[in-house]
Structure formats: structure tokens, C-alpha cells
T-cell receptor, first 118, second 112 residues
Framework: AQKITQTQPGMFVQEKEAVTLDCTYD???????LFWYKQPSSGEMIFLIY??????QNATEGRYSLNFQKARKSANLVISASQLGDSAMYFC???????????????FGDGTTLTVKP | NAGVTQTPKFHILKIGQSMTLQCTQD?????MYWYRQDPGMGLKLIYY???????DKGEVPNGYNVSRSTTEDFPLRLELAAPSQTSVYFC???????????FGPGTRLTVL
């Protein structure tokens, strides 16, 4: 069974500073994808960044980067130069991929609420 | 492209009633998913489908049923609604099992 752990229920960061949101995962499968989503107070789920289990380089998307440490099974999200609009709930998720018979099966963490202070 | 659309946006259901939440995607994605999100929690997978005619259970399938007769549509059926099914329901789709998921706007369901 897959498991995602986000140990920080809430985080605060000063505007323009960088922040790291932690995510660890557990799976015995070799082929999977790791995702981060943002959920603002309006409720929609916004895709931020993706890392495949076989990708050797850390993924980056604008101000978002994913610090992928496969041996430690961690996939932390780094947001650089925080903005007030970054205040939201952030979810880490994993989905099985490839030829796995369970490909598509996904697991979400319980989320981290990020508050950006002016 | 409308992406993933869900109807209704809000609904109040009485205990014991049944209803179907609709989900449609126009991206020709093979994979579709149903999640529920309880207040302050992450998303839990109810059912998913890897293609038309194929569905599989997720983490919390009890009390729900799905069907996938076409690539575009993936309705979720609630039979004999219970207060524990009060939640926000999200539908999503992806081209492949490990690919980026695109989410619908969600359906907020209350069972009284």
C-alpha cells in the first residue's frame, strides 16, 4: 500500500522568502509519479509540479521546485520568493505508473496550510 | 477545451436517497478518477478507470458505484446516501496512469 506523509499541518513564511514543504512517501513499486497541488480557499485543485520516479533531475516550474531524494523517499516542495497569493493548502500526492497493474491508483497526503505574511 | 466538468456544483440529499454525480472530460484521457475530500483532509480515491469499460476500487469505495461506458464520461452513483457521505467530490482525468491529473471544480454534497 502507498502512503504519503506531510508532517507540517501549518507553515508561515515572510513575503519574498523561500519556504520548503515536506513530503515523504512509502511504496514498494518502482514506477510512480509524485505531484504537488495547491488548493486555495476557493476550493479548486491546481497542479503545480510533477516528478517521475526515474527522473534524475529535480523538477522545476517557475518559482516551484521539487527536491526529490529517492533513497530517502522524500519529495519536498520549495517555493521561492513567496507571494501573498501563495497562501493556500498544499497537497503532495503519488500515483502508480508504468505497466503496474495498479497504474493510476493515487494517494494524497493530508496537506500543509501555508500562510504568507506581508 | 472545457477540460473536466462536473455537475451539480452543490446538492443536498436526504438520508436514504440516491443520486448520480456527473463527470465529463473532453481531452480524450484514458484515466479518470473520483475522489472525496472531507474538511481539513486530503483527497481519498473512491474509484478510478483506466479506460472505457474498466473500473477499479480505490481506498474508500463503499457506498458508491461507477461505470465507464464512454471515454468521456465517468458518473459516480451514491446509493442509500448516509451523513458520512457529506463531502466535496472531485473528478479528475489523466492521459496515462502516472501523468498529470486535471481536476474538475468539485461537487459539494450534503446528506441530511
Amino acid at each position: 500500500a502507498q502512503k504519503i506523509t506531510q508532517t507540517q499541518p501549518g507553515m508561515f513564511v515572510q513575503e519574498k522568502e523561500a519556504v520548503t514543504l515536506d513530503c515523504t512517501y512509502d511504496t514498494s513499486d518502482q514506477s510512480y509519479g509524485l505531484f504537488w497541488y495547491k488548493q486555495p480557499s476557493s476550493g479548486e485543485m491546481i497542479f503545480l509540479i510533477y516528478q517521475g520516479s526515474y527522473d534524475e533531475q529535480n523538477a522545476t516550474e517557475g518559482r516551484y521546485s521539487l527536491n526529490f531524494q529517492k533513497a530517502r523517499k522524500s519529495a519536498n516542495l520549495v517555493i521561492s520568493a513567496s507571494q501573498l497569493g501563495d497562501s493556500a493548502m498544499y497537497f503532495c500526492a503519488m500515483r502508480l505508473a508504468g505497466l503496474n497493474t495498479n497504474a493510476g491508483k493515487s494517494t494524497f497526503g493530508d496537506g500543509t496550510t501555508l500562510t504568507v505574511k506581508p | 477545451n472545457a477540460g473536466v466538468t462536473q455537475t451539480p456544483k452543490f446538492h443536498i440529499l436526504k438520508i436514504g436517497q440516491s443520486m448520480t454525480l456527473q463527470c465529463t472530460q473532453d481531452m480524450n484521457h484514458n484515466y479518470m478518477y473520483w475522489y472525496r475530500q472531507d474538511p481539513g483532509m486530503g483527497l481519498k480515491l473512491i474509484y478510478y478507470s483506466v479506460g472505457a469499460g474498466i473500473t477499479d476500487k480505490g481506498e474508500v469505495p463503499n457506498g458508491y458505484n461507477v461505470s465507464r461506458s464512454t471515454t468521456e464520461d465517468f458518473p459516480l452513483r451514491l446509493e442509500l446516501a448516509a451523513p458520512s457521505q457529506t463531502s466535496v467530490y472531485f473528478c479528475a482525468s489523466s492521459l496515462s496512469g502516472g501523468g498529470t491529473q486535471y481536476f474538475g471544480p468539485g461537487t459539494r454534497l450534503t446528506v441530511l
